[in-house]
C-alpha cells in the first residue's frame, strides 16, 4: 500500500532539493561582504527613506501596466498561432478583434504621450 506513495514521495524530496540546494551552495560559496548599496532596500526607483505620502512620478506604473498589457497579448497569440488551422475563420476573426482593440489603446496611450520618458 505504501509503496504507491514512493513516486510523490520522490518527487518531494527531488522538488526540495532542486529548491533548497541552490541557496545553501550560494550561501557556503558566495563571498560576504555587505556595504551600504547592497543592505538598501530599492522599489520603484526612487528613495525610500522619505515620507510616504510624498508625490512621485507615475509614469513608472504605467509602463509597467502597460508591459503587462503587451506581454498578455503575445502570451495569447502563441497559442492562437498554434491552433489558427483549427478554429477557422471565425477564431481568426476574433483574434483581429482582439488586436484591434489593443491597437487603439496603444494609439490612444501614444497620442495622449503617455509612452513619453522625459
Given at each position: 500500500m505504501l509503496e504507491n506513495y514512493f513516486p510523490i514521495l520522490l518527487f518531494i524530496i527531488?522538488?526540495?532539493?532542486?529548491?533548497?540546494?541552490?541557496?545553501?551552495?550560494?550561501?557556503?560559496?558566495?563571498?560576504?561582504?555587505?556595504?551600504?548599496?547592497?543592505?538598501?532596500?530599492?522599489?520603484?526607483?526612487?528613495e525610500a527613506f522619505e515620507d510616504a505620502r510624498m508625490k512621485f512620478d507615475v509614469r513608472y506604473y504605467l509602463v509597467a501596466i502597460l508591459f503587462i498589457l503587451f506581454d498578455l497579448e503575445i502570451a495569447f497569440l502563441f497559442p492562437w498561432a498554434i491552433?489558427?488551422?483549427?478554429?477557422?475563420?471565425?477564431?481568426?476573426?476574433?483574434?483581429?478583434a482582439?488586436?484591434?482593440?489593443?491597437?487603439?489603446?496603444?494609439?490612444?496611450?501614444?497620442?495622449?504621450?503617455?509612452?513619453?520618458?522625459?
Open positions: 527531488v522538488g526540495l532539493a532542486v529548491g533548497v540546494a541552490p541557496i545553501v551552495v550560494g550561501k557556503l560559496l558566495s563571498p560576504h561582504r555587505p556595504d551600504d548599496q547592497k543592505n538598501s532596500p530599492y522599489e520603484c526607483g526612487f491552433v489558427i488551422r483549427e478554429i477557422g475563420l471565425f477564431g481568426y476573426l476574433a483574434m483581429m482582439f488586436l484591434g482593440i489593443l491597437v487603439v489603446g496603444f494609439v490612444y496611450e501614444w497620442m495622449k504621450g503617455a509612452l513619453e520618458w522625459e
